[in-house]
């Protein structure tokens, strides 16, 4: 009997301790994720840099003071990180300067994101520096003092301009529905086209039929319709003001006949600085109020001439 009642004991003795190790661990366990609502209709974002408002019209998400269009996928990320966060450790408070400022949640460095819906608040985030390790950074939520460390790319998701999130597409068209494009080359005055040629096709599938106009050319079907499947999206690297003159010379005019919907466009160049260098070359459409410039890889489908469609 002795025996059993000591090994019994020693049982209860090692159980206790395993069950103070848990509550050790668990206590030094100060993981705490934030949740909110994903159904976001408006950011707000606050920076040293740079202030501005994205809100969400329909499906679709517009920015600053006009409105510019966003890229869909990058206002994405953000709902998907704001709505979720994952804070591993408490490491300070906002109350204590030093911390603020050893974190860069200071306001000299710190951006703050507020999601919002129907106008009302649904999570503030301050971000402050990124952690040592990869996809770490130190953050503050809502109203409170606590400074945590917490997982995810949040610094370099939320660390962005207005320009860098606003989209790059000029137009988006259909390419089942394209049906004719026309080109006016300008290799004199701007007033008056050198070149004029317009590709058209009528029907659908084994029935399409080519024509060309004004030249008497036999249309080569596959180029012709590589050609048009370009022109379906145009998109820019650089987006500038409304109107702004950036000079150069006028060499193409550009019509897209797409459904009921003609898209054109206006493509200028600006001649190299020096032999070492390429043009610039920068347009005007139907499609955007804003000047845009085009990448010289995208500009050789607005310098085609007849003969290349030619079988």
């Not at 995810?152 to 004719?180: C, E, H, M, P, Y």
């Not at 145009?234 to 797409?258: N, R």
């Amino acid at each position: 009997m002795k025996t059993r009642k000591l090994i019994l004991i020693i049982a209860d003795v090692v159980l206790l301790a395993v069950c103070i190790l848990q509550g050790v661990l668990s206590g030094r366990d100060g993981v705490v994720n934030f949740t909110c609502s994903d159904d976001i209709d408006e950011f707000v974002f606050e920076s040293p840099a740079e202030s501005f408002t994205i809100v969400k019209d329909g499906e679709n998400w517009f920015g600053g003071e006009k409105k510019y269009p966003l890229t869909t996928s990058t206002v994405e990320d953000f709902v998907e990180q704001i709505s979720s966060i994952r804070a591993l450790d408490k490491v300070g408070s906002l109350g204590n300067s030093n911390a603020a400022e050893r974190y860069e949640l200071d306001d000299g460095h710190k951006i703050s994101v507020t999601a919002k819906k129907d106008g009302k608040v649904l999570r503030t985030l301050l971000i402050g520096k990124e952690a040592s390790a990869s996809s770490q950074a130190y953050i503050a939520i809502d109203d409170k003092k606590d400074i945590y460390l917490a997982s995810g790319n949040i610094r370099s998701t939320f660390d962005t301009t207005l320009t860098n999130i606003r989209s790059r597409t000029v137009w988006q068209l259909d390419k089942a529905t394209i049906t004719s494009v026309t080109l006016r080359k300008f290799e004199g005055s701007e007033e008056s086209p050198d070149q004029v040629f317009t590709i058209s096709k009528m029907g659908a599938g084994e029935d399409i039929v080519w024509n060309i106009s004004p030249a008497e050319i036999q249309v080569d079907s596959e180029k012709a319709q590589d050609w048009f499947d370009s022109f379906a999206t145009i998109s820019t690297p650089v987006w500038h003001g409304q109107g702004e003159d950036l000079g150069g010379k006028k060499i193409v005019e550009a019509e897209v006949v797409a459904g009921f919907k003609t898209a054109k466009l206006s493509l200028y160049e600006i001649a190299a600085e020096s032999e070492d260098a390429n043009p610039t070359y920068y347009a005007e459409s139907s499609e955007s109020p804003y000047v845009f410039e085009l990448a010289s890889y995208s500009v050789g489908k607005f310098l085609k001439k007849a003969e290349d469609f030619a079988k």
